[in-house]
């Protein structure tokens, strides 16, 4: 019968339980009596000196080389030693050529259906480790030869314990080439493999947990497989994850201990476990010279309450979620025990919060350019808690071919409730595109839940106001000509999206479905009320392995005032990089005269999108189509297609997109090529 413990996830050894008698000590040479005899007393007169002393030595000063200064270090002669025609000599350090195979695992089989093994698997598993490769056939000499070996020797044992082969045998010899002949060292490693160890009984030496099979239903090996470290190691991992997930924050897991039956060829597996208290959330302890936040607002961001069962996955939702936040240069959070008694036999664990914070302002800058909207750049700056907690001020900048503007908003993250945002913001822009040309200020409020990187959410949901002053130039047809209109519009926007897919930022499989409804009154002298509402689904399908298949599908309407009464601004307008590809920025639909778009009461668009990735690299072919239309509903005559390619580079924060696109059935008057460079995909 044998023991053994694992060893760093490499192997598993045993040693003998029944220890042989301790041989008895050898019979001393002398005895102590008779050392200490020998040796002479501490207070033993000194021996009286010769009759004839040896003559006395002349003082070190009479020898004159003795007296002479030593050589500066500077007139030493260095030049190297020469050989015998003339070249420097130099040492090279003897080098030795070797050979080296394993044999004894050629056949070796193990068809086990949970951990199947074969003999050149752990041949590759030796070859990872093995100083003799490493050596590459090399060595100074013999005794690094030997070390090598026996280093082998070592690292082939430890290989077939790690898959359960503990009483293999390895063996090593060495053939010398002739003498006086040229040739390599031949090194030989036999293997004797022995029988492979199955787990017998699995036993836990824990007290009783709830539920009762905690453990057992959540470890990942079985009695009657194969005794592999990889496996044991998993599996007593996946413990020590689950125990802080159900409940149990200060477990512990201990040493293992397998006792191995060499007669059986199995071996009975224990493991101690210490659960600690079954716990529940109890109060947030903040830790921090200057803490960034209190524990009212991490209780705010938190997805638990206190009196919840404790679950780590929770506590690291919660981390993750203080680290998003940007405002901490380093942040933990860590449970403590506390001894106070919490329902059903649980105590609470409190959530200790250290905290550092982190330099709260930032600027920030992104540009893009689409064929028809020209260059658009936009830069900002904020301070992300001036108004603790939480309260940002944001100021931007915009600069670009057929925009320009500036605005200031106010933003509280997770005001009251986790991911959900209140911004107000006021803005001043000019805006001069081929439909119409506006002066516009705005000030807008709006209260928001969206989904996160942290946590992508199934609803989520905005609403809000806007109040918009715009100056506004477009063609009247009338007039036959220019015209400028001022509109005051108050907007009482909504919308609300469902979201099955797989991915915020780069989705791969499932679909999304949106819903945008925005109730508008243009005030003036005569006041015009109407409803803008836009329906938009997307979809997502992956063919086969890194090939994926995107749809799209986009409908709005306006209804309750005319075209002309609608201020241009507000219409519908299709094309450009994120409608139509193909065509230019607002290309689509109604045109006056001179060919400008004036837009419409509706619209109607599709994508289609072949994607594919390899590495950080993607490529995409797309077919898009879309219209505008005068009616309020969309007639879907006189539709236009637009096709083209494009390149995917991915980050870690989206794909970055360069699309080409031509439009099919290209009309008089619009590009055979339009360019569109943005950051993420185009929906």
Known sequence: MLTGTMLTGAMLTGTASAQPAPAAPPSPIITDSDFEAALPPVDAPAKPAATNPPPAQPPLAADPDLTKPLTPLDDFNKEALRDDNGGAKTESAPSLSYRWHVTGLENLRDADPVAPIEGGALVDSFEAVSALKQGKGKATNAAAIAARIEQDRQALSDVMASQGYFDAGVQSSVAMPEQGKPGDIVVSMAVAAGPRYRLGAIRFDAPALVPPDLLTRHFGIHSGEPIVAERVLSAEAELGVILPQSAYPFAKIGQRDIELDAATGLGDYTLP?????????????????????????????????????????????????????????????????????????????????????????????????????????????????????????????????????????????????????????????????????????????????????????????????????????????????????????????????????????????????????????????????????????????????????????????????????????????????????????????????????????????????????FGNFGVVGFVDSGQVFTSEVPTFNSWRFGAGVGVRYYTNFGPMRFDIATPINRQIGESRVAVYVSIGQAF
């Open 273 to 613: 476990v210490t659960p600690g208290p079954r716990s529940r959330f109890g109060d947030i302890r903040i830790k921090g010279r200057r803490p960034v936040f209190d524990a009212r607002h991490i209780a705010t961001i938190a997805r638990f309450r206190k009196g919840d069962l404790y679950d780590s996955r929770q506590v690291d939702d919660l981390r993750k979620a203080l680290v998003a936040t940007n405002l901490f240069a380093t942040v933990t959070v860590d449970p403590a025990q506390t001894g106070t008694s919490a329902p059903d036999n649980t105590e609470y664990a409190d959530l200790v919060v250290s905290q550092r914070a982190g330099p709260p302002r930032s600027l920030s800058a992104q540009a893009g350019y689409s064929t028809g909207e020209g260059i658009k750049a936009v830069g900002s700056w904020s301070h992300a808690n001036l108004f603790p907690p939480e309260g940002a001020i944001i100021a931007s900048a915009t600069a670009g071919t057929s925009e320009q503007g500036v605005s200031g908003t106010f933003r509280r993250s997770n005001a009251h409730l986790r991911d959900r945002t209140v911004e107000l913001s006021i803005s001043a822009n000019h805006t001069n595109l081929d439909a119409y040309e506006a002066f516009t200020g705005a000030l807008k409020g709006r209260i928001s839940r969206a989904s996160t990187a942290i946590w992508q959410k199934r609803w989520t949901y905005s609403y809000g106001f806007e109040l918009i002053g715009s100056n506004e130039q477009d063609y009247a047809f009338e007039q036959a000509g220019e015209r400028r209109r001022t509109f005051y519009i108050l907007a009482l926007p909504g919308q609300i999206t469902y979201d099955r897919s797989n991915s915020l930022l780069d989705p791969t499989r499932g679909y999304r479905l949106s819903a945008t409804l925005s109730p508008e009154a243009s005030l003036g002298s005569n006041i015009q009320t109407y409803a803008r509402s836009i329906f938009e689904a997307t979809g997502y399908y992956p063919i086969a392995g890194k090939l994926v298949l995107a749809g799209r599908a986009r409908v709005g309407m306006i209804g309750g005032a005319s075209r002309e009464s609608i201020a241009p601004s507000r219409r519908f307008y299709s094309g450009g990089g994120g409608s139509v590809r193909g065509f230019g920025y607002q290309e689509l639909g109604p045109k006056d005269p001179e060919g400008h778009p004036i837009g419409g009461r509706s619209q109607a668009e599709t994508s289609v999108e072949l994607r594919y990735r």
